[in-house]
T-cell receptor, first 115, second 109 residues
Framework: DAMVIQNPRYQVTQFGKPVTLSCSQTLNHNVMYWYQQKSSQAPKLLFH???????NEADTPDNFQSRRPNTSFCFLDIRSPGLGDAAMYLC??????????????FGDGTRLSIL | DAKTTQPPSMDCAEGRAANLPCNHS???????VYWYRQIHSQGPQYIIHGLKNNETNEMASLIITEDRKSSTLILPHATLRDTAVYYCIVTFGNEKLTFGTGTRLTIIP
C-alpha cells in the first residue's frame, strides 16, 4: 500500500564518503520534494522537482544534489557528508495543477548517520 | 507564506475531542490552511486542509474563523495512536511547505 517509498530506512556512511538516498512513488505525481529533518526540529525543504524542472532552495548547501530520471524515482546525493548532515531525509510528492490545492504525501524517511 | 503560531504542547484524555488551535493573523486571501501530523519515526501525514469554509474528513474537522486569522483542528475521539506532533501550515499551494515548531499532542489513557 505504500505510495512513497524510501530506501533504505537507515543508512550509515563515513565522513566524506558520497551517499545516495532513493525515493520512488506509485502515485504518478508530477512534483517530488526532498526535506531534511534534524533531531527535534521540523522538516526543512531542500529542493523539489516540478516535472523535470529542478528548484533549489536558496540556503541548500552545494553538497546536496538531486536527480530525477523519470516520474517515479528521485535521488538525493550528498557528495561529501559532514557530521552536520546526520538527519532524517524525507521524500514527498504532490500533484500540482490548476485545480484546488493538493496535499503532499510523505515517505517514512531515511535516517542518515555519519561515522 | 504566512507564519503560524501554535501552543508547544497539549494533553487530551483518550476518547475525548482534541482541539488544536493555530493562529495565522497575516494569512492572505488565497492562502490555504493545511494540517499535518508526524508520529515518532515516521514521515509527516496529511490530515486536512481548507481555504475559507470548514472542512471535515474521516480523520478530523477543520474550523476556520470568518476572518481567517485562526483555525482549530478537531480530532473528535482521540486515541493513543493520535499522539504526535501536529503542524499547522499556511501556504499558497502545495509547492512549498514551511513547517513551524508544531504542537506536541499527548493522548492520556
Amino acid at each position: 500500500d505504500a505510495m512513497v517509498i524510501q530506501n533504505p530506512r537507515y543508512q550509515v556512511t563515513q565522513f566524506g564518503k558520497p551517499v545516495t538516498l532513493s525515493c520512488s512513488q506509485t502515485l504518478n505525481h508530477n512534483v517530488m520534494y526532498w526535506y531534511q529533518q534534524k533531531s527535534s526540529q521540523a522538516p526543512k525543504l531542500l529542493f523539489h522537482y516540478y516535472d523535470k524542472d529542478f528548484n533549489n532552495e536558496a540556503d541548500t548547501p552545494d553538497n546536496f544534489q538531486s536527480r530525477r530520471p523519470n516520474t517515479s524515482f528521485c535521488f538525493l546525493d550528498i557528495r561529501s557528508p559532514g557530521l552536520g548532515d546526520a538527519a532524517m531525509y524525507l521524500c514527498a510528492t504532490s500533484r500540482s495543477g490548476w485545480e484546488r490545492s493538493q496535499p503532499q504525501h510523505f515517505g517514512d524517511g531515511t535516517r542518515l548517520s555519519i561515522l | 507564506d504566512a507564519k503560524t503560531t501554535q501552543p508547544p504542547s497539549m494533553d487530551c484524555a483518550e476518547g475525548r475531542a482534541a482541539n488544536l488551535p493555530c493562529n495565522h493573523s497575516t494569512i492572505s486571501g488565497n492562502e490555504y490552511v493545511y494540517w499535518y501530523r508526524q508520529i515518532h519515526s515516521q514521515g509527516p501525514q496529511y490530515i486536512i486542509h481548507g481555504l475559507k469554509n470548514n472542512e471535515t474528513n474521516e480523520m478530523a474537522s477543520l474550523i476556520i474563523t470568518e476572518d481567517r486569522k485562526s483555525s482549530t483542528l478537531i480530532l473528535p475521539h482521540a486515541t493513543l495512536r493520535d499522539t504526535a506532533v501536529y503542524y499547522c501550515i499556511v501556504t499558497f499551494g502545495n509547492e512549498k511547505l514551511t513547517f513551524g515548531t508544531g504542537t506536541r499532542l499527548t493522548i492520556i489513557p
